[in-house]
């Protein structure tokens, strides 16, 4: 019989690769770490719930991966660097295959990120995973939601679209031709954090948030709080290939704006940077969709056009909880 401590001590302490600035990791009160003195901290704190963050079917591999991916997905949108996390995890039971399982998905982007594992929380529960984030970011270079200014070019990274129709192929059967299946299944289950498309945009980006909830949504976050407006191309959105062998145009447009889950970057950046951006980004997959614009009329901040100048009639919005 597996107790707290034998399941703590087995697949998590015996499992970290600490960094050097941790002093004590898991296994007393409080882990400690060294924090040099120009950095601030940037913390963050993300839960997922089997249901409602990820199909109750996903692999326990996929599920340690997109736990932490999620929020290393949120230090990337301030632009700090990962460094430290906790892991509050309620466990139905102490199933060791599951756990094997979690761990491997969960050390393996935490070790590809330098990232330590210093101690958590475990309680017995419907299935559930809290993972609390700690970045380093040099003084004052954060970059906020609240930043964004009128005339800022906007831009997403990659590609917009593809976990939520993974999401519908795995919660309704939607289609998938073969071929796209797993790639596609793959952005839903094992989204990539954007954290080193996120550090390089320090010093370039006025305004940044990850996108979690559909890009209406998400962008709607920037403008609401940097108090400005804001045209979209549709036409100009990423969308995958293999977004577009699945559905038609539209759908995918639809999709993009929407649905959430692809953990992508959206940012702004003031037009006389463009050059530097594209300089200091070139190895980055990004895309300008559109520019930061004064209120017309506050109530509808976000306009989504197509190149023609036509307005791009949105039924529904991104995800809410409640
Ligand atoms: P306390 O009772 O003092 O809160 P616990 O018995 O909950 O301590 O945990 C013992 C040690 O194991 C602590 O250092 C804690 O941070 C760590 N720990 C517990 N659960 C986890 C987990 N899921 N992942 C990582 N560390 C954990
Ligand atoms: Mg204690």
Redesign the pocket.
């Known amino acids: 019989m597996l107790t707290e401590f034998d399941l703590?001590q087995h697949f998590?302490s015996n499992a970290v690769k600490p960094r050097s600035d941790v002093v004590l990791g898991?296994?007393?009160?409080c882990?400690i770490v060294d924090i040099t003195s120009p950095q601030q901290l940037a913390v963050s704190i993300d839960t997922l719930v089997s249901g409602v963050h990820f199909p109750i079917d996903t692999t326990p591999s996929d599920i340690g991966y997109k736990s932490l991916a999620v929020n290393l997905s949120d230090l990337a949108a301030m632009g700090a660097s990962p460094a430290w996390v906790t892991?509050a995890?309620t466990l139905p039971r102490a199933d060791p295959a599951w756990l094997e399982g979690f761990c491997e998905g969960f050390f393996s982007l935490a070790n590809a990120h330098d990232v330590t594992?210093i101690?958590?929380?475990?309680t017995r529960g419907p299935l559930s995973i809290t993972i609390q984030a700690h970045g380093l970011v040099p003084k004052n270079t954060a970059i906020t939601r609240s930043g964004a200014a009128v005339g800022d070019l906007i831009y997403v990274t990659h590609t917009l679209g593809d976990a939520g129709l993974a999401l519908a192929h795995r919660l309704h059967g939607q289609d998938i031709p073969f071929e796209y299946r797993s790639v596609l299944l793959n952005r839903l289950n094992r989204p990539t954090p954007r954290v080193r498309e996120g550090l390089r945009l320090r010093g370039i980006a006025n305004a940044m948030i990850d996108i979690s909830d559909g890009l209406v949504a998400d962008l709607g976050h920037i403008l609401e709080q940097s108090d400005v407006s804001a045209t979209v191309y549709i036409e100009k959105i990423p969308l995958s290939t293999a977004l577009l062998a699945a559905v038609c145009r539209d759908e995918a447009y639809r999709l993009a704006l929407t649905a959430g889950d692809d953990y992508e970057l959206c940012f702004t950046v003031p037009p006389h940077k463009k050059a530097l951006l594209e300089n200091e980004c070139a190895d980055f997959a990004i895309t300008c969709i559109g520019e930061i614009t004064a209120h017309h009329d506050k109530s509808m901040a976000l306009n989504l056009r197509y190149l023609n100048g036509e307005s791009y009639p949105l039924t529904h919005r991104g995800y809410l909880h409640f």
């Open positions: 703590i998590f898991i296994g007393d009160d882990a892991l995890l594992l101690g958590g929380d475990t």
